[in-house]
């Protein structure tokens, strides 16, 4: 909920300009605003008044905002323009390298970032004055970053909530490059084998009989490599929207990638209801096929229904797509409304019918993360491994463990944990 602050008013004020400046900085931070949005905002203000900060920031909120991921960002930068001293101060800090002893140490919220540098974009300097003294010569102080992180490797342990703009787009440049290969499963099927292998009979008396009989040579044959599936469960809620966005972009790359290794790829979006975006991912331009996917899931950044969607899934998907050893990608941080027997028991009947149920929740980036949520101690016990899923180094360990089938990421110490409760 936003908490609001007293509105104060300058004695020259340029409410007009206020209002044009404020619309530019929200387009430079994603919102498609156009000249029309403004006029109409300043419509709005003048019909509605501006005696309530609440009633003011509700007014342009409704003329300014019709997606609900839009929300965060366009809270953030009305709190930072339109007067909040403290809010500023760890804004500008955002943008700036922090200095310990300035300013206190918070970590940045939600679209903290992307605010701040769409409000700071081309922002100048005040003009010196003329008048009065001459300002003294500033001491210049030089910093050597030879030995610093370079910024791809600081990008990838970075939190995807947490990036800029321009960080989100490198991290998707970079994310587009990434790959989830996995391991073939052995078949019942068989190819001619010409070095070692088990003994074709059929084969080897067939090739006798053409010869009369004569059995001179021993056909052999081996297994013929079998690729899974991958099937995803994205949690779209509003907890996860920043990071299904760039999962979802990471995942368009394995889907699109020629030689990854799985045979199909399934991706299906849950908030409060199931929705299959599969043949989206399977749109070349990623933009294109994020774009139609979340157009079709219409409960983005919404509440969240794990156990009713697992359950939809279940009854509706199951049997069509975890055939032939699924690999199941389980993306959410478990933080669900229904109860508690009922997600387990779905979660239970997932665990059955796939052959591995790896779950990302990008909750295991705090370092006292522990399973007191009753979703996730109900969910824990049925996956085959439970990991974070918060960053581009977290998605590279994924691609490092999917085919080692010991791998349990953090789930046995989390278990111990409950057990030992």
Not at 34 to 48: H, L, M, Q, W
Not at 99 to 124: F, H, M, S, T, W
Not at 320 to 343: E, K, M, Y
Not at 345 to 371: E, T
Request: proline share 6%.
């Amino acid at each position: 909920m936003v908490e609001h602050i007293p509105l104060e008013l300058p004695d020259s004020p340029r409410l007009t300009g206020n209002i044009t400046h404020f619309a530019r900085a929200l387009r430079r931070a994603g919102l498609p605003i156009g000249p029309g949005r403004v006029i109409d905002a300043i419509r709005a203000v003048e019909a509605a008044g501006f005696t309530e900060k609440r009633d003011f920031y509700w007014t342009l909120h409704a003329c300014f905002v019709n997606r609900p991921e839009h929300s965060t960002i366009f809270a953030q930068l009305f709190r930072l323009y339109w007067r909040d001293p403290r809010f500023l101060e760890h804004m500008m800090a955002a943008m700036l390298p922090a200095i310990r002893g300035v300013q206190e140490d918070r970590p940045a919220q939600a679209a903290e970032k992307r605010a701040a540098e769409a409000l700071l974009d081309g922002a100048e300097a005040p003009p010196r004055e003329e008048e009065g003294d001459p300002p003294e010569k500033e001491t210049v102080i030089e910093v050597d970053a030879s030995l610093t992180m370079s910024t791809s490797e600081r990008l990838k342990t970075l939190d995807f909530e947490l990036m800029s703009l321009a960080e989100v787009a490198l991290a998707k440049r970079m994310l587009a490059r990434l790959s989830l290969p996995v391991k073939p499963l052995p078949s019942r099927r068989s190819s001619p084998s010409f070095g070692q292998g088990r003994v074709d009979a059929a084969r080897s008396l067939r090739a006798a009989l053409r010869r009369g009989g004569e059995m001179d040579m021993l056909a052999l044959k081996k297994p013929k490599p079998r690729w899974p599936n991958l099937v995803v469960l994205c949690d779209i809620s509003g907890s996860m929207s920043q990071y299904s966005r760039l999962i979802l972009h990471f995942l368009h790359a394995v889907a699109n990638e020629r030689g990854a290794g799985w045979a199909q790829v399934h991706a299906f979006t849950f908030g409060t209801q199931l929705t299959n975006i599969t043949r989206h991912l399977r749109t070349r331009d990623v933009d294109a096929a994020l774009k139609a996917a979340g157009a079709q899931a219409q409960d983005w950044e919404g509440g969240t229904r794990i156990g009713q969607s697992l359950e939809a899934f279940n009854r509706d998907w199951s049997r069509r797509v975890l055939g032939q050893g699924a690999v199941v990608l389980l993306i959410t941080d478990g933080l669900d409304r229904d109860a508690p027997d009922a997600l387990a028991r779905q979660m239970q009947r997932l665990h059955l019918s796939a052959r591995r149920v790896i779950w990302l929740n990008p909750l295991l980036r705090w370092d006292g993360f522990a399973p007191k949520a009753a979703g996730i101690r109900a969910m824990l016990p049925h996956v085959d491994s439970f990991r974070a899923g918060h960053s581009i180094a977290s998605l590279e360990a994924l691609a490092a463990a999917i085919s080692r089938p010991d791998d349990a990421g953090e789930k046995t110490r989390l278990m111990a944990m409950m057990e030992g409760e």
